[in-house]
């Protein structure tokens, strides 16, 4: 199932106040509060789009009112939303194009962990021009962004000069938690996926600090997430997903999630061997080698430009970037 969370257009010639025109990132969170606010919804075939939160009204269904609720509700109410979505795509012709909605983030997460040189060629790059180690790390390197850095499909990404002059990309693999995780046998990670999406893990290169990545790379508009959650029965190996970033549409980075260090449950188990994960947790999985840092010469990110992260199975999440100062 495709879950996305959705608002109806804003009315020509309005605009939010970050200048995203009916997206924002983070709204994901409220549930419904009128005609305009967020909704639940499925990305059905023919970019349909099903308003769950309408359907369950009209047939007096028990619907969480937004995702992360519905995340944690578990089994019944996907199962209840399956149903809903089944029923509505009976009727394509009544629902609406994706391009007629607004799309917000899926979801606000609790917390995003990010995971740095999780692809051997990116090791490699990252030695030779962001002065990390050149040996390939013997467990995942961890990190953390703030929910804050949320923006959703076609919200801007922040460029302040007075801030940044390296702003950088890296298309990676969101894996969204599904149930509680404490100390979770790498065995038994599956079970608490709850699905994927996508995150563009936007970095400030001239903003790592002693080594710590916190400021370079959660700043807010950060972290793009979308534009939808695939739940975990429809990628049933996640280590078989082709990836990859362009800019403008000039592509920079192309992989396959196979070739990660680490791969989703080893993460999974090594996070929850002391931190909890809970239900719509965010790990984002590491970006593989074409990073802007690493072209000869470097390149990076300039107001007015677009950068779009497609992963196979998922979709693509495009968002521009915006002279912030």
Known sequence: MRLLTFRPRATPGTSDPDGSHGTHGIHGTRGTDGAGGPR???????????????????????????????????????ATARALADRAAADPASLPVLADVAL????????????????????????????????????????????TAVTGPGGPIRHNADLTEQLDWECELAVVIGAPAFRVAEADAWRHVFGYSIVNDISARD????????????QDSYAPF???????????????????????????QSSNTRHMLFGVAR?????SSGVTLEPGDVI?????????????PPRFLRPGDVVEATIEGIGTLANPVIDAR
Do not use: C
């Open 284 to 296: 984002a999985t590491g970006s593989p080698s074409g990073v802007g840092a690493a072209m000869v």
């Open 207 to 218: 903003q790592r600090r002693s080594g710590q990545w916190f400021f370079s790379k959660g």
């Open 267 to 271: 993460l999974i188990a090594d996070i």
């Open 40 to 78: 639940l919804g499925a990305l059905l075939a023919g970019d349909r789009v099903a308003d769950l939160t309408a359907l369950a009204a009209a047939a007096g269904a028990d619907l969480p009112p937004d995702l992360p609720a519905l995340i944690r509700a578990g089994e019944p109410a996907l």
């Open 226 to 252: 979308g534009p939808v959650v695939v739940t975990a029965d429809e990628i049933p190996d996640p280590q078989r997903l082709d990836l990859s970033l362009r800019v403008n549409g000039e592509l920079r």
């Open 104 to 147: 917000d983030a899926p979801l606000r997460p609790g917390k995003i962990v990010g995971v740095g040189l999780n692809y051997v060629e990116h090791v490699a790059e990252s030695h030779r021009t962001l002065d990390t180690g050149r040996e390939l790390p013997d467990r995942p390197v961890l990190f953390s962004k703030p929910s």
